[in-house]
């Protein structure tokens, strides 16, 4: 069974999204609109995103128009989206919709990845879900040289030192890439 890993992107002072929800101060960032391999998780079989990280996606590709550009990023694994909302699908993408408990929902996404990682791609809301329900394993940042005035946090819980273990860091391209493996919380 894969782990589930909350990998993203954030700025110095740790914000994922701009205050209008937007990742373009990310791709002015040398690097940032085509991500190093290194950086990306190599056994992802299913990508996990909430409805606000989908619609910029679409938006800022204008992929509905274009849904070639949906497998730039997603390639061909199945997405899985966590929205209360009906959402369009670019042609020919393996997108599910689901809502409620991610506890809930962990047997579908489970049996989407089969033995590869979940990947929590956004937001830090989902991500905090995840974490909450004791089933995040992994955080892995890479942090941009820009800092923002505000937006949507990292990971909106507190977390302590005690669960969370460093694994690496390095320098990639213009960003630190910092490794956590994240453990179990008190019993």
Known sequence: MGRIIFDT??????WIADEQNSLSWLFAVDGGTTPDDEVLPQ????LVEGSTTYEWVLAESDILAHPEKWRDFHGDRPTFVFTTRDLPVPEGADI???S???VDVLPRLREAAGDADIWVVGGGDLAGQF???GLLDEIAVSIAPVLL???APLLPRRLECDRLRLVSAKAVG???RLVYAVDDGPA
């Open 9 to 14: 992107a954030t700025s110095l002072n740790g």
């Open 43 to 46: 056994n992802a079989g299913v």
């Open 96 to 98: 599910t919709f689901v």
């Open 100 to 102: 409620g408990d991610v």
């Open 131 to 133: 974490l909450d329900a």
């Open 149 to 151: 005035t505000g937006g």
């Open 174 to 176: 213009q960003f630190a």
